[in-house]
């Protein structure tokens, strides 16, 4: 773990014995306990789906720096980093665009966006326009209402972030430690993000034949209630 960044949030890392790591960073007020499930956070309501109606008329292909409108909610520094701007409607849309770093910005209005490629099509004052996070740089323990996307477990603790940023690995794939939300001696079975205690896994116990829920991985050890066991991650490879 580092307080500055040795490589690019997203940059991925594979060891050879299968295991895979994507570097990632805390900004938050809360520690990212080692062998816990991280989860993304929901996208910002204010910064999601926002017509340009000030800014869209400007931007136009070609453009790598770019203002957004955004709604009330501030934007904080290096918060979209790494991440996309979305072009969700009308004029432009489908398009996702890779952000090298952007401005900080009070809400209610635009904020400048630097891109790493240029606009392919221009918007207009009707296009829509999301902001979506790196998935690695906006992480949080996993909560018991299996909501939000998966992200991966840290080996180590990556402590508060709130003051300084802290930097550190995410394991997304291979054989890792992992806090256990129930027992059940079945081994190789679908795990999922458990819904009794946050940041642990449970057996899938959708009742179709194709899971409904969001797939940990598969136990290698059995699973005992509050203990740590083995995991085979298939979260990201």
Not at 96 to 106: C, E, L, P, Q, V
Not at 107 to 114: E, H, I, L
């Amino acid at each position: 773990v580092k307080t500055s960044a040795v490589v690019t949030i997203g940059t991925r890392a594979a060891l050879n014995d299968g295991r895979v790591y994507y570097y990632g960073v805390n900004r938050s007020g809360t520690a990212l306990t080692r062998a816990e499930l991280l989860v993304g956070v929901d996208p910002i309501a204010n910064h999601s789906d926002q017509a340009q109606t000030a800014s869209g008329a400007g931007v136009t292909a070609g453009l790598t720096s770019i203002l957004v409108d955004i709604g009330a909610t501030a934007i904080t520094a290096e918060q979209y980093a790494e991440g996309f701007v979305c072009v969700t409607d009308v004029t432009g849309e489908g398009f996702m665009y890779k952000i090298r770093d952007h401005d900080t910005h009070a809400g209610s209005g635009p904020v400048r966006v630097r891109l790493y490629d240029p606009i392919l099509i221009s918007l207009g004052a009707t296009s829509t326009i999301t902001l979506l996070a790196n998935p690695y740089a906006n992480t949080v323990v996993s909560a018991i209402d299996q909501n939000n996307p998966l992200v991966g477990v840290p080996n180590v603790t990556i402590p508060i972030g709130s003051t300084t940023a802290q930097f550190g690995w995410i394991q997304t794939w291979g054989y890792c430690m992992l806090l256990c939300d129930e027992t059940f001696a079945a081994l190789g079975q679908t795990c999922t993000i458990g819904t009794g205690v946050t940041g642990a896994f449970e057996e899938d116990d959708t009742a179709t034949i194709i899971s409904q829920e969001q797939i940990v991985g598969y136990n290698i050890t059995g699973a005992v209630d509050t203990e740590h066991q083995i995991v085979n991650l298939t979260i990201a490879p």
